[in-house]
């Protein structure tokens, strides 16, 4: 990553993996502009990163075009011209934040989750286009989860964005290989402790299944960073329009020891107390 610059969004607090990704590019030599949204430059405590990582912060909405042209023209002026990475790393579901079912969604709820979390990626991505900063050879790498193709009830409407996601980085992806030689890619995360993360309803529930169903165990928010500062590296540079599972082997697994071991316990618990009642009688 030495001499590499670029752009990353989403560092809200130090377990977003945002900020995971900031810290270990950093200790392999690159340099980066950091972003979020105003309210969490409020809330979070970003500064931190910054001086610890000698970043600059600019804030930007991911859901306003003049934000993300206006983030763009500072970054590249403060880094030094065109760059070779950037982190999408932003989500939000203000259906599930409010606690909204699935199957009955405040449809103005659902609009600004998948703007804030899908849509931004396609401008962010389409102003890095038109306005041809980026360096060839250059990565983009968002962050996603399992649900995109799998069935996790509580994940809300955010499955949906996220199938969306990986959609964009696959359409957009096209025509930054074939134009600009740049690659695209998501990443698919195991379920992390973040802010985000823990917001999902039932979220220790995830996590803990998830951990027993992967052979390897859950992947942490360091671990993904590692992953993508592989995506950012050179060592990759054939990789794109890929949705990369992270996640310990949970996306192909069916069931795991651990988990047939829990439902074996219930049962054999079921069966002896029916046992134990029927010598009552
Ligand atoms: N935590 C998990 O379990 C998990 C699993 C798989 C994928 N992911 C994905 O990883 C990414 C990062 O999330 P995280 O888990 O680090 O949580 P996080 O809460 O630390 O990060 C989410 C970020 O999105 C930013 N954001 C929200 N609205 C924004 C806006 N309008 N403009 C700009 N930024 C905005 C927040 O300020 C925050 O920094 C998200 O895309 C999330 O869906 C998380």
């Known amino acids: 990553m ?28 690159a340099k980066f502009v950091l972003t979020n949204a105003p309210v969490a430059l409020r809330l979070g405590t970003i500064d931190e990163l ?4 000698g ?14 042209e206006e983030l763009i023209d500072q970054a590249t002026k403060e880094l030094g011209g065109k760059i070779d990475f950037v982190l999408h790393s932003i989500g939000m579901s203000v259906n599930v934040r409010r606690g909204n079912h699935y199957t009955y ?13 899908a849509l931004s990626f396609h401008r962010v ?26 069935v996790f009830p509580d994940y809300n409407d955010m499955a949906d964005n996220k199938a969306y996601l990986e ?7 096209y025509f930054f290989g074939r134009d600009k030689k740049v ?40 671990e993904c960073a590692d992953y993508t500062i592989s995506l950012f590296s050179d060592l990759t540079k054939k990789v794109t329009l890929q ?8 996306s192909n697994m069916g069931i795991s020891t651990a988990i047939m071991e829990s439902y074996l316990k219930e049962i054999e618990a079921e069966k002896s107390k029916k046992e134990h009642s029927d010598k009552k009688e």
């Open 50 to 53: 910054a001086k610890k990582t």
């Open 183 to 222: 690659r695209v890619n998501t990443i698919s995360q195991s379920p992390t402790p973040t802010t985000a993360g823990s917001g999902v309803k039932g979220f220790d529930g995830f996590l803990k299944y998830a951990e027993e169903m992967s052979p390897l165990g859950n992947a942490t928010a360091l």
């Open 105 to 117: 969604q405040d449809y103005n709820f659902t609009k600004k989750g998948w703007d804030v979390s």
């Open 243 to 250: 949705n990369l599972f992270h996640d310990g082997g949970f």
């Open 2 to 29: 030495k001499g590499k610059k670029g752009i990353i969004f989403g560092a809200l607090d130090e377990n977003s993996i945002a900020w995971k990704v900031a810290e270990r590019a950093h200790e392999e030599g």
């Open 55 to 68: 970043s600059k912060i600019i804030p930007a909405d991911a859901t306003s075009i003049m934000d993300i």
């Open 167 to 173: 959609s964009v980085a696959r359409s957009f992806g």
């Open 125 to 150: 991505m389409s102003v890095l286009y038109r306005k041809d900063v980026m360096n060839e050879w250059g990565s983009i790498v968002a962050l996603s989860y399992i649900a995109a193709q799998r």
